[in-house]
């Protein structure tokens, strides 16, 4: 069954997405609005993710209690973040709700009240965020990798730093937001039930006569990339590396795909047969694939307890490097089974959908249907494989660790 | 959408909601065994074991089970908690004889010692991976000292210590003690094929052998009392409030739900607007569990060490405050929109409805279609809900500090 795609850009700069999933009675809607925390000026670096609380503090004529309960009442399952890129607002409700929750993402992108006596509460919330890093080691790492692989500020943490947040004033993230919440770049995305034209209708009431202004693009510094150990007497060290992959515009990009599963697609992939299942040394390791607009990387992530960092490092790299050695067919059918059958069962999600939708539209300015991804998996071949993993391969590495005591990374150079 | 079900002479059960217009297929094997099925001795062999299945069995090796899950793309794992161990996979309809042939000989596993040893390092350093996530360890001791006493207190993962002491003869003893046919559950969801479902099931299942199973289901105390684990290694102040709840076989189950969503949902409940909004605390909400004869409210506040006490307080405030008043018309309505919409969502996808069907039929032995449970959740009354909370005192409650406070208020 073919899907069904429907793409309408309103003169103000907004784009409206959607496909339409005849299974389905639900909806998923997925607002990304320019900016994110890369666009974020050094001085707010959190600005973007105390904007995602804030735009909920009342908006319209209905106060911060109203505004929540309006969209509870919907049965609506809302959140808002800040992603590298965008603003991210997401949605999941019964499609016969659409409609009326539109209205009032309306008056939340278009009427916030941004009132100063909310605003210390949004700006603690992300401070208390930011605190409670210290304490996940975990996510602190993955999350800090990207701000050392990408080039500053394009992979900048979204919680900014204790500094940047407590000089923030309420002022200051108005002023930003006025270039932030705009039309122009503003991808809307709606995946399940819904009928085109009645949606089309809707968001033209809505938002048709929204006006805004552009956003500039950011000037990327070069990228900082190195060893960096943060101590922490932590049960396990945490290992990620980086590297840079292919971009999805690039020709590499679906062979970038395979080789990232041929490494860590399943439980028979080369990472987790080698470091978990013959050795033993992990509970968790990973390496997954993360791209921005003009950026992407190859993340690998692992982690043990201390005695046996060293050797867990030492194993990984090795695996990310035996790539250019070569893959077996059998890996490679198993690599795009996976990826194909991943595709299949996303497309039975309407939120893994809205949100594909606006992954495709922002990076390649068309919506690439589960056809056109097969056969493009399906091409790759083993030498295909081997010459990607050649062309981008396992080193120049950024390296970031946490635990009691730094790890001797002189096997990465 | 079609319910079946049929039964094996050894006494395995094997369901399934059919539905033709899925594009994948999700199945499970529901293994009704768990940490509170365990001893002292034992603490953790349920989840030691759930791994163990993947570790090969006469016919295949481990790396055999991973590569054929991964030769079908499958999306397929497994998990152990206080009371079920299930293994499951999603995947295309093409496979389904194939993923049921190997789960179901996987759970026939060869135990071979080599591989025991190698996997308890894995078990270890899972264990050392929860040990960074503090809102674990204080739930693992909050229901330790909440059940006291009670099979339900036992830790899922084991300790360092019980873990290291485990040996080959006794995970093998456990798996002869709990993995009867009798305590398992065969579901499938999304595009089964019935027929041949069931014909596959009979081919791969019949020949495990019947045995008595029971499972001790004494009466737990009410717990109670509070209690600090100072941690000045840790940043933040991690509470946890956990009081007596209507059991899984209990029709108010839907009602002790509606009144955890207006209680401390992430948006818009009575915690939300109490702590999180005011930024008072960071996260403040309240789960319910269903449990086998047994049931629990959770509320968990993480807050700075500087207003913990503050936070507690004012939880307590609103506990006590829901006790004797309850919720609302139209909060109540709200938490119904809200729980209606999110089984509708969770249940368009073959892996949502496969813990859904699996559990109604674990617990109660009954299949629900989907419709039917969203009419029993818009039929709750806010006069329900007060019953509920009062006869399942909210204010009456176990409570557990972690963080570098020495002292809960």
């Known amino acids: ?413 | 959408m079609e319910f079946k079900q049929t039964q094996l002479p050894n006494g395995l059960k094997v369901i399934a909601e059919v539905n033709p217009s899925a594009a994948s297929l999700a199945v499970g094997f529901f293994v009704r065994t768990g940490s509170r099925d365990e001893d002292d001795r034992t603490a953790g062999v349920s989840h030691f074991l759930e791994h163990m299945m993947f570790k090969g069995t006469e016919r295949r090796s481990a790396f055999d089970i991973n590569r054929e899950f991964d030769e079908m793309g499958a999306s397929y794992n497994a998990f152990t908690s206080e009371e079920n161990t299930v293994y499951y996979a999603a995947v295309l309809p093409e496979f389904q004889a194939r993923v049921l042939d190997l789960l179901a000989d996987m759970l026939r596993p060869a135990l071979r010692e080599e591989d025991f040893q190698t996997e308890k390092k894995v078990i270890l350093e899972e264990i050392a991976l929860y040990q960074d996530r503090p809102q674990y360890r204080l739930y693992e001791k909050l229901m330790a000292r909440h059940f006291a006493g009670h099979p339900l207190g036992r830790s899922v993962l084991g300790t360092r210590e019980s873990i290291t002491a485990l040996r080959r003869e006794d995970m093998l003893a456990y798996f002869d003690r709990r993995y009867s046919p009798s305590n398992v559950t065969l579901v499938g969801t999304g595009r089964i094929d019935w027929e041949a479902f069931a014909d596959k099931a009979a081919a791969a299942c019949s020949h495990w052998e019947a045995f008595e199973a029971p499972r001790a289901r004494p009466p737990a105390d009410a717990g109670g009392g509070v209690g600090v684990m100072a941690d000045g290694r840790l940043g933040r102040q991690y509470v946890g409030i956990m009081s007596r709840a209507p059991c899984a076989q209990d029709e108010r189950r839907y009602a002790a739900s509606l009144a955890a969503t207006v209680l401390g949902d992430v948006t818009g409940s009575r915690l939300f607007y109490a702590l999180v909004a005011p930024a008072i605390a960071e996260e403040a909400d309240c789960g319910y569990e269903p449990l086998d004869g047994e049931g629990a409210f959770m509320t968990l506040l993480v807050t700075d060490p500087g207003r913990a006490g503050e936070a507690l307080e004012i939880a307590r405030k609103e506990l006590a405050r829901f006790r004797a008043e309850g919720p609302t018309e139209a909060e109540l309505t709200a938490a119904k929109n809200k729980a209606a919409s999110a089984v509708t969502r969770k249940g368009e996808l073959p892996m949502g409805r496969l813990t859904a069907v699996g559990f109604d039929w674990i617990y109660r032995q009954t299949y629900r279609p989907l419709g039917e449970h969203i009419d029993r959740i818009l039929a709750v009354t806010t006069d329900e809900i007060v019953e509920v909370v009062r006869e399942y005192d909210l204010t009456s409650a176990t409570i557990l500090a972690l963080g570098p406070n020495e002292k809960l208020l």
Not at chain 1, 88 to 114: E, F, K, T
Not at chain 1, 116 to 130: G, H, I, M, N, Y
Not at chain 1, 195 to 217: Q, R
Request: glycine letters at 8%; charged letters at 20%; one cysteine or more.
């Open chain 1, 1 to 413: 069954m073919a899907e069904q795609f429907f793409v309408h850009e309103f003169d103000n700069g907004l784009t409206l997405l959607g496909q339409r999933m005849e299974q389905v009675s639900s909806a998923a809607l997925t607002v990304a609005l320019p900016g994110g925390a890369s666009r974020d000026p050094d001085e707010l670096a959190g600005a973007a993710s105390v904007a995602a609380h804030w735009l909920l503090r009342g908006a319209g004529g209905r106060d911060t209690r109203q505004l929540n309960d309006a969209l509870d009442c919907l049965g609506c399952r809302h959140s808002e973040s800040a992603h590298a890129e965008h603003l991210v607002l997401s949605a999941g409700l019964l499609g016969m709700n659409l409609s009326a929750a539109l209205a009032i993402y309306a008056d939340i992108l278009r009427r916030p009240q941004l009132a100063d006596e909310t605003f210390p509460a949004c700006r603690d919330l992300v401070a208390q965020d930011l605190e409670g890093l210290e304490d996940e080691p975990m996510r602190m790492c993955n999350l800090l990798i990207r701000e050392k692989f990408y080039p500053h500020p394009l992979g900048r943490s979204p919680l900014g730093s204790r500094a940047t947040l407590e000089a923030m004033t309420a002022d200051a993230i108005r002023r930003h937001l006025e270039r932030e919440l705009t039309p122009r770049g503003t991808l809307m995305a709606v995946a399940g039930r819904f009928e085109w034209p009645e949606l089309v209708d809707v968001v033209a009431e809505n938002f048709g006569d929204w006006t805004g202004p552009g956003m500039e693009a950011v000037v990327p510094a070069a990228p900082a990339d190195g060893v960096t150990h943060i101590t922490k007497s932590t049960a396990q060290v945490q290992i990620t590396l980086a590297y840079p992959a292919a971009r999805i515009q690039q020709e590499q990009y679906y062979a970038g795909r395979v080789a990232q599963m041929v490494l860590s697609g399943g439980m028979s992939s080369r990472l987790f047969t080698e470091v978990r299942e013959k050795r033993a040394l992990v509970y968790a390791v990973i390496a997954h694939y993360h791209n921005i607009k003009d950026h992407a990387g190859m993340f690998v992530y692992a982690g043990t307890t201390p005695e046996r960092a060293q050797q867990t490092l030492e194993v990984t790299v090795g695996e990310l490097r035996r790539l250019t050695e070569g893959v077996g067919a059998d890996e490679l059918a198993r690599a795009k089974a996976k990826l194909k059958s991943a595709l299949i069962m996303q497309g039975e999600s309407t939120a893994a959908r809205a949100d594909a939708l606006v992954g495709d539209w922002y990076h390649l300015g068309r919506l690439r249907g589960l056809e056109e991804l097969s056969a493009a998996v399906e091409a790759v071949t083993v030498d295909d494989v081997v010459a990607y993993a050649r062309a981008f391969p396992a080193e120049g590495f950024t390296v970031l660790t946490i635990g009691p005591e730094p790890l001797d990374t002189s096997v990465l150079n």
